[in-house]
C-alpha cells in the first residue's frame, strides 16, 4: 500500500508526541522557516550542552569602537536586558580617565582658605571657596559665604558645603557694563589633553548643583583664553530655592590654535548672575567662534534686583566627552587633605588663631630679623602677600619672653618661597629666635589665575 504524505493538517490534538520520533528522525532541512517559535520552546529546554561552543567565537568580530547606540545583552536577576553601549562608556570614563584627579579643583566647595564668610563686597576678587571668584562691576552689594549645607537635594547626593552669594543691596537696573558672574579658571598646561584647536578636540560636559531665589534662563560661558575663542550654553532654573542638577554639553572646537603649554590661564568658565547691554544684545552664542561681548550672557536673569535674592553653587565637575543627566558619571569626591593639597597651588594661608608658631628668625641687629616663609606645594607663579599681620608679630629669644615686631615687609618673593623682614623690640644681635603670628592676624599668598 502506498504511503500518503503526512502534513501537519493530518494530525490533530496531541496524537504526535516527542516519544513517537525516532532519535534524529527529523532534521534542521525539514522544518519550514517560523515554525518554531519561543511558545513551542518548554520552559529550560535549551541548555548550554545543546549550543555549538563556537555560537560566539564564530561571530563576526567588532572592527571598530562601538557606536554609542550599539547594544550589548546583560543579565538583570536571570533576565536578558540590552545596555547601549554609551552607558557602559560613561561608567569606564569616570573610574579610567587619563587625568586621576578632577579636572575642577574644589569643586565641592570644602576648602576655603581665605575665610567662610565676607560681607559688603561690591568688586570682583576671590573670597571664601578656594579657586571661585566672584567678579563684578556695578552689581549691588552681596555677602559671600562658604555655606554650610545641612537638607536639600545636593547634601543628600554628597554635598556639604557651597559657593553661596546673598544680595544685601539690589541693583534692580543695570547699567550697560554692570554684571556679575562666578569665575573659575583652568591652567593652561593643565588643559593639553583637551586638544583645543586640533582636529580631535574633546568635547565636554559640565555638570553642577544649583540654587537660587530667582527663577528663569541662566547661562555659563567656555572662553578659551589664548585663542580668544567662546562657546555659551543656557540652562534654566525651574523651582526657586531649590536645589537643580544641570548637565550642559560643549561641542569640540578644532580651530583658534592651541592652547599655550604654560601656567597662565587656558580655559575659563563663568556662570553668569546677571549683566546690562554690552553682554546681552546679541545672540547667545552656541558654538565655538571668536568672543563677541554682546553674545556672552544673553537671556541671562538679573540675581542682583533683589534682596531677597540668594546664589549658591555647588557640585562643580567638567568631564571630557558627551554626557547627559542620566550617564554623568559621578563626582569624583577627593580626600580632603588631597583636595587642598591641589588648592595651595594658587593661595596658601598662614596664621588666622591666636599665638600661631610660624618658623625659626634670625635677629640680624638689636631690632631686626629676618627669615623665610616657605610654600608647600611650590605656588603656580610668583606670589603677591597680602596680611593683617603688620604690627602682629613676635618673637621669642632664649631667656627672654615674647616681644612684639613692630613692622613686616616681605621681598625676594618667588613661587618657592618669600623672605620676611621684621622690626622692632630689643634682641640679641645673631641670636636666633621664634617667630609667631599674633591674634587672628594672617598672611595670605596668592598666585591665582
Not at 546673598?166 to 554684571?179: E, H, P, R, V
Request: aromatic share 8%.
Amino acid at each position: 500500500m502506498a504511503l500518503t504524505k503526512l502534513t501537519t493538517k493530518s494530525i490533530t490534538g496531541d496524537t504526535l508526541e516527542a516519544g513517537d520520533l525516532a532519535a534524529n528522525s527529523e532534521d534542521s532541512s525539514e522544518l519550514v522557516d517560523g515554525s518554531i517559535d519561543t511558545s513551542h520552546i518548554g520552559a529550560l529546554q535549551v541548555t548550554g550542552a545543546k549550543l555549538n561552543t563556537d555560537v560566539i567565537s564564530a561571530q563576526t568580530a567588532l572592527g571598530a569602537t562601538p557606536a554609542d547606540t550599539d547594544e550589548l545583552l546583560v543579565s538583570d536577576a536571570g533576565v536578558l536586558k540590552r545596555v547601549d553601549y554609551s552607558h557602559l562608556k560613561g561608567i569606564t570614563a569616570a573610574n579610567f580617565r587619563p587625568n586621576a584627579n578632577p579636572f575642577i579643583i574644589n569643586g565641592n566647595m570644602q576648602v576655603a582658605q581665605r575665610g567662610t564668610s565676607v560681607t559688603g563686597v561690591t568688586s570682583g576678587g576671590y573670597r571664601t571657596c578656594d579657586r571661585f571668584e566672584m567678579r563684578m562691576t556695578g552689581f549691588g552689594t552681596w555677602t559671600v559665604t562658604q555655606e554650610a549645607l545641612t537638607a536639600g537635594e545636593a547634601f543628600e547626593d554628597g554635598f556639604t558645603t557651597a559657593f553661596k552669594l546673598d544680595n544685601t543691596t539690589a541693583d534692580a537696573s543695570l547699567g550697560a557694563g554692570d554684571y556679575g558672574r562666578i569665575h573659575y579658571a583652568i591652567e593652561a598646561q593643565d588643559c593639553q589633553q583637551f586638544k583645543l584647536g586640533n582636529s580631535g578636540s574633546a568635547t565636554f560636559t559640565l555638570g553642577f548643583w544649583v540654587k537660587a531665589t530667582k527663577t528663569g534662563t541662566n547661562v555659563v560661558a567656555m572662553v578659551r583664553t589664548d585663542a580668544d575663542r567662546m562657546c555659551c550654553q543656557s540652562y534654566t532654573i525651574s523651582s526657586s530655592n531649590t536645589w537643580e542638577y544641570k548637565v550642559l554639553n560643549f561641542p569640540a572646537d578644532t580651530s583658534g590654535g592651541v592652547v599655550n603649554n604654560d601656567n597662565g590661564e587656558g580655559l575659563e568658565i563663568d556662570w553668569w548672575t546677571g549683566s546690562g547691554t554690552t553682554h546681552t544684545s546679541g545672540t547667545l552664542q552656541t558654538t565655538w567662534a571668536a568672543k563677541v561681548n554682546a553674545n556672552r550672557a544673553v537671556g541671562q536673569v538679573n540675581h542682583a534686583d533683589s534682596t531677597s535674592n540668594n546664589f549658591h553653587l555647588t557640585g562643580v565637575q567638567l568631564e571630557m566627552g558627551t554626557y547627559t543627566s542620566s550617564n554623568m558619571p559621578p563626582f569624583q569626591h577627593e580626600s580632603y587633605g588631597d583636595n587642598i593639597f591641589r588648592c595651595k597651588r594658587y593661595c596658601q594661608s598662614f596664621g588666622g588663631s591666636n599665638a600661631v608658631h610660624m618658623m625659626t628668625a634670625m635677629c640680624y641687629s638689636a631690632s631686626d630679623a629676618i627669615s623665610t616663609l616657605p610654600f608647600n606645594p611650590y605656588m603656580r607663579s610668583t606670589a603677591s602677600i597680602t596680611t593683617t599681620a603688620s604690627g602682629g608679630w613676635s618673637v621669642l629669644e632664649t631667656g627672654e619672653g615674647w616681644s612684639t615686631m613692630s613692622t613686616t615687609s616681605f621681598d625676594t618673593m618667588s613661587n618657592e618661597s618669600g623672605r620676611i623682614y621684621l622690626q622692632g623690640g630689643s634682641h640679641t644681635a645673631g641670636s636666633a629666635v621664634a617667630l609667631k603670628i599674633n591674634a587672628s592676624n594672617t598672611v595670605i599668598a596668592d598666585a591665582e589665575l
